[in-house]
């Protein structure tokens, strides 16, 4: 798992009903607490679309202010994470489109804003090691379907179970737990030949 | 799972770990920043409708106390209209047409005073002090029949007043 992060406790889909009746009823410190406790989930769900931190965090934001508005819309309390899941990937598939988008129009209207950005990114002074590490995840995650990404990132960073991924993304947990055992297998391989690379 | 595969595991994590951890935590502060910019929309939104509220009963006041003093005004004084020849200065329109043509006192005579109160809320004087504005708009209106040109003359005074209310410093 990654560096340790202040973060509250998973919590009981029980104790998520009570936070989110308190939330229901105006209380914004029980809707701090379920962001505590849904904050990394959602980050993984975001991350697994669109395979891009910052933009993650961005949508992850407006998700639980979405969810905030909307939470007298959800009918089972205990399922707050699933529903917040198919908030954070809405919201990062209308991101992603329209990144796509944007960044075409960019491409067509200014070519040379893209020469400029290349020395940039050759910057000596850059941190290479990070830039190789994020290049070699982004490269071994971005290999995966969407959905095996997500539910390697909700593995590996938020350590969710496999029934938790499963009521996220809506597929039943041996599913879940096939396409991770083979998304396992893609990834050693591929990162496998960069440490070998690199050791080279 | 063998040595090789758990250790892709850990690095897997803590590649993502260096990637969402900076990213954690951007939610509470975003949300927190939403919920203090609603408090203080709700706050200015009661504050302003008390604001109304007082400017709309002070104003009513004002139109009461102004159409009473009108109403005894036009009840004890004949009717009067201002002279063209001199602004500000009220003459009986009677003895104006009366004057101007040679005749008896014109056959009709309507007189007419129309007020409204504009709110104009909360402004901002030069001494940065904040202050409640309000405009009381009077309207006097009087009109005749003129027998030796058949014709009817109408007349309008407009008069404005201004009303400040200090809104106290927080």
């Known amino acids: 798992m990654g560096e340790s992060v202040d973060q509250t406790p998973p919590a009981s889909p029980v104790q998520t009903a009570q936070l989110v009746r308190a939330a229901r009823r105006g209380d914004s410190g029980a809707f701090e607490q379920l962001i505590g406790r849904f904050e990394r989930t959602a980050l993984s769900v975001a991350y697994g679309v669109l395979r891009n931190p910052h933009d993650a965090g961005d949508v992850t934001q407006e998700a639980f202010i979405r969810a905030w508005q909307k939470l007298k819309d959800l009918r089972n309390p205990e399922g707050f994470g699933a529903w917040l899941c198919g908030i954070v990937r809405n919201l990062a598939a209308d991101h992603y489109r329209r990144r796509k988008r944007e960044s075409s129009v960019r491409a067509m209207d200014d070519p040379a804003e893209h020469a400029a950005a290349v020395p940039m990114l050759l910057d000596p002074s850059a941190d290479l090691q990070q830039a190789e590490r994020r290049q070699r995840i982004e490269t071994a995650l971005g290999a995966l379907d969407e959905i095996s990404r997500t539910a390697v990132v909700m593995r590996y960073y938020d350590g969710a179970s496999s029934k938790q991924i499963s009521e996220a993304l809506g597929l039943s947990p041996a599913a879940i737990d096939m396409r991770l055992s083979r998304a396992r297998n893609d990834l050693k391989q591929l990162l496998e030949k960069d440490v070998a690379h690199d050791e080279r | ?170």
């Open chain 2, 1 to 170: 799972m063998n040595d090789k595969t758990d250790e892709i595991d850990v690095t897997l994590g803590a590649l993502l770990g260096r990637e969402l951890d900076p990213q954690c935590g951007r939610a509470r502060t975003r949300f927190r920043a939403e919920m203090w910019q609603a408090e203080q929309a709700h706050r200015l939104g009661r504050r302003g409708w008390m604001m109304t509220a007082a400017g709309s009963a002070l104003a009513a006041c004002v139109g009461l106390v102004i159409s009473f003093t009108t109403m005894r005004q036009l009840s004890q004084q004949p009717a009067g209209v201002l002279s063209p020849a001199s602004p500000g200065r009220l003459i009986d329109p009677a003895n104006a047409v009366a004057a101007s043509s040679g005749l008896s006192a014109p056959s009709s005579l309507e007189r007419n005073v129309y007020w409204r109160t504009v709110d104009d809320g909360t402004i901002q004087r030069d001494d940065e002090s904040a202050v409640h504005q309000l405009r009381q708009q009077l309207f006097e209106k009087v009109r005749w029949y003129d027998p030796r040109h058949d014709a009817t003359i109408e007349l309008t005074r407009p008069r404005e007043q201004t009303i400040q209310v200090e809104v106290p410093r927080q």
